[in-house]
């Protein structure tokens, strides 16, 4: 098989340095124009810089987006955003409008166009036409089958790739082209200030067409009958590989650290099982596991195999099995470690070890003590630095949680 590309998320530069850790091949990054996550995350433009500059160094590459759709007046200053993006060291930029796309072509030829899903490619006439607009990949409509991909693939150009998303939170709207936010609250999801409306509580009648009936489930929270479940895509990597997908996206610009090092760190082996050849089921399912430990709904296939199942809407309630409880920042010695806290540690918990470099490891905390060796039964204020002991595998940048207990597994009755 053909290496392809992990693509991560990255909301701020330690979300970038944890993806990058963990072994993402790239990193996508808001700016300060016309990115669809404006009200929360973002980098201005030297922290662009900076972030290419960490990027590169590590051998990997940067994909700013620009996919909100821009007016006249953002139209007539993108020429010299675009130029600003290639300065600084932006590996391509994430586009969906296509004047947009016209615009910063015309103002830099040398910087690389990404197809935003939002533009909803879902044939190969329009990749077609992208590519001779000049764009070299396209990231196509999450409503795609397996079997479309593979089509559009076989007849569009070879030197036009294709990215998909495989894992996080999904919209129930036509590739995220949602008006319920922007009628609700003034925030639109198309200029970045989704307030996500849709895991609100709703309750839904239709009054002219008696005798047919929506199956409702509601429990004490309420009924989220517009929230759809995550995206998890683990099981049939290869399968989406198989149909001309080169670069599998993970989404979660506004995820935690923490979800960010679980999910490339599990999507990261299984890519390198079955590059290698040493994917197994008993493998499979340790990382499935691990999936399960970051912040989820439920999860989903998509519609990578036809149409979505009719399954009971996403309940609005977030699960996993773990909490993130610190970041290793420093090994003092061979038998202890420098631990910046996110989440209470008390004397005699069992922490497990989220790593690129070990899988199922875990130790018991003990011998706590603050920077001036005082012993602490618990570190307990978020943020501040303790020392404690710890096996000499565990490594700067290591996570450390705690299990609290084990929940649903994604789907594994792919074909």
Not at 207 to 236: H, I, M, W
């Amino acid at each position: 098989m053909m290496r392809p590309e992990l693509l991560a998320p990255a909301g701020d530069m330690e979300r970038l340095e944890t993806a990058l850790y963990f072994g993402a091949d790239a990193v996508y990054v808001g700016g300060p124009m016309l990115q669809l996550r404006a009200g929360a995350v973002g980098f201005d433009m030297d922290r662009l810089a900076e972030a290419a500059k960490k990027v590169h160094a590590a051998g990997r590459k940067l994909y700013v987006t620009v996919n909100a759709y821009p007016t006249n007046a953002e139209l007539d200053a993108l020429g010299d955003y675009a130029q600003a993006l290639y300065a600084c060291g932006a590996d391509a930029a994430i586009v969906a409008d296509l004047g947009a796309i016209s615009v910063m072509r015309r103002a830099v030829p040398g910087l690389d166009i990404h197809v935003s899903t939002q533009a909803n490619c879902q044939n190969y006439a329009a990749a077609r036409a992208y590519h001779d607009m000049g764009a070299t990949r396209m990231v196509l409509g999450r409503e795609m089958t397996l079997e479309q991909i593979a089509e559009l693939r076989a007849r569009t150009p070879a030197a036009l790739e294709l990215e998909a998303f495989v894992h996080g939170a999904m919209c129930m709207a036509w590739s995220g082209r949602c008006m319920i936010s922007a009628y609700l609250t003034g925030r639109s999801a198309n200029r970045g200030g989704c307030a996500q409306s849709c895991r609100w509580e709703y309750a839904l009648m239709e009054q002219k067409r008696p005798g047919e009936y929506f199956p409702v489930e509601e429990d004490a929270r309420g009924t989220t009958l517009l929230s759809s479940r995550d995206l998890n895509c683990l099981d049939f990597l290869d399968q989406i590989m198989a149909a001309g997908v080169c670069s599998f996206k993970i989404e979660g610009r506004m995820k935690s650290p923490y979800y960010v090092a679980t999910v490339v760190n599990a999507y990261r082996r299984r890519l390198d099982a079955l590059l290698d050849g040493t994917a197994t089921p008993a493998h499979t399912a340790l990382l499935r596991r691990e999936l399960d430990a970051a912040s989820h709904r439920e999860y989903s296939r998509g519609f990578y195999f036809g149409e979505m199942p009719h399954e009971p809407p996403d309940k609005g309630i977030y699960q996993q099995t773990c909490r993130f409880v610190g970041v290793v920042r420093e090994r003092l010695s061979d038998t202890r470690v420098r631990v910046e806290q996110r989440n209470r540690i008390a004397r005699g918990d069992i922490l497990e070890v989220l790593s690129p470099h070990s899988l199922g490891l875990s130790f018991e905390a003990c011998n706590l003590a603050d920077f001036e060796g005082n012993p602490l039964e618990a570190a307990s204020v978020p943020m501040t630095l303790f020392d404690m002991e710890a096996p000499a595998d565990v490594r700067p940048g290591d996570l450390l949680r705690i299990r609290i207990g084990d929940g649903p597994t994604a789907p594994s009755d792919a074909r």
